[in-house]
C-alpha cells in the first residue's frame, strides 16, 4: 500500500527564489536535468494526495540522506562523491544555486543525488517517516534581526516535521558562525527528539573528518567569525542502527 502523509497547511516562504540572470549553461542544466533529477512529486497541486515519496524506487534501497539548504552544491556533491553506497537529497529554493549544484552534478558524474529546488518543508510533507539517517544543515540563513529568529530553521515548525523523517539513531549536523543561532539550535533541536553529541570542545569547534569548507565558510573566516560544527542523534524507539 502506497504511504500517505498528512496535507500540509498553507507556508508563507522568507527569502529569495532567484538572484540574478543565469548563465546560458545554467539554464540549460534546470531545462535538461532538474526534471529528470527530481525526487518525485513535491508540489502538492501535483500530489493532492500528498503521497510519501518511494526512496527504495529513487536509491535501490541505500540509505537516505538530506542536506537542507544546500546554497552552491559543493558539499553535497563532495558527500556523494565519496559515498556511492549513499543516496542525496538535496533541498534549496533559490534557483541560481540549484543551477550551480546541476553544473557541478554534471562536472562530477555522480548519480546518486536527487534535487528539490523548493522549500525543505514541502519535502518534509512527503518524505516517509523514519527514512533519513543522516541530515545536514550547513550555514544556514541566520535570520539576524530578533524579530526574525522565528524564521529560522532551528525553530519546531521545521525540526519537528525533520525528525520524523529521521530514524532513531539518525544524524543532524549543524555548522553555523553565527553565536546566537548556536544558542537557538542547542535549545530547539533536543526539544525537538535530539540528543547533542558533544563531550569536549573539540566537538564542536573542529570540523567533521569528511568536511568539506564552503564559500559561506570561507567568507566567515575571512571576516573573523568562528564556525561551530554540533552534531546532534535522533532520540526515540526502534534499532539505532550506527551511521557511518
Not at 549513499?86 to 553544473?103: D, H, K, T
Not at 522549500?119 to 544556514?140: I, S, T
Request: hydrophobic residues 35%; aromatic residues 10%.
Amino acid at each position: 500500500m502506497t504511504e500517505t502523509v498528512p496535507s500540509a497547511p498553507w507556508r508563507n516562504f522568507y527569502g529569495r527564489r532567484k538572484g540574478h540572470t543565469l548563465k546560458p549553461s545554467q539554464r540549460r542544466y534546470v531545462e535538461q536535468d532538474l526534471d529528470r533529477l527530481s525526487p518525485g512529486d513535491v508540489d502538492r497541486e501535483v500530489n493532492p494526495e500528498r503521497r510519501a515519496l518511494d526512496l527504495d524506487r529513487l536509491f535501490g534501497g541505500r540509505p537516505v540522506r538530506l542536506e537542507i539548504g544546500f546554497g552552491a552544491g559543493e558539499h553535497l556533491v563532495h558527500q556523494a562523491q565519496r559515498r556511492p553506497d549513499i543516496g542525496f537529497i538535496g533541498a534549496e529554493p533559490y534557483l541560481n544555486g540549484v543551477a550551480q549544484l546541476l553544473g557541478k552534478i554534471r562536472a562530477a558524474g555522480v548519480e546518486n543525488v536527487r534535487v528539490h529546488a523548493g522549500d525543505a518543508r514541502d519535502l518534509f510533507d512527503v518524505l516517509p517517516a523514519a527514512a533519513l539517517d543522516r541530515a545536514f544543515l550547513l550555514y544556514p540563513d541566520p535570520w539576524p534581526k530578533a524579530r526574525h529568529h522565528r524564521r529560522r530553521f532551528v525553530t519546531p515548525e521545521h525540526l519537528r516535521p525533520l525528525a520524523r523523517a529521521m530514524r532513531p539513531g539518525a544524524v543532524l549536523r549543524v555548522a553555523t558562525d553565527i553565536p546566537d543561532y548556536v544558542r537557538q539550535a542547542l535549545q530547539e533541536v533536543p526539544r525537538a527528539g535530539f540528543d547533542w553529541c558533544a563531550d569536549r570542545p573539540a566537538d564542536w569547534r573542529e570540523p567533521w573528518a569528511d568536511w568539506l569548507s564552503t564559500r559561506y565558510e570561507q567568507k566567515a573566516l575571512r571576516e573573523g567569525r568562528r564556525p561551530h560544527y554540533l552534531t546532534f542523534r535522533r532520540t526515540g524507539e526502534g534499532p539505532a542502527r550506527p551511521v557511518p
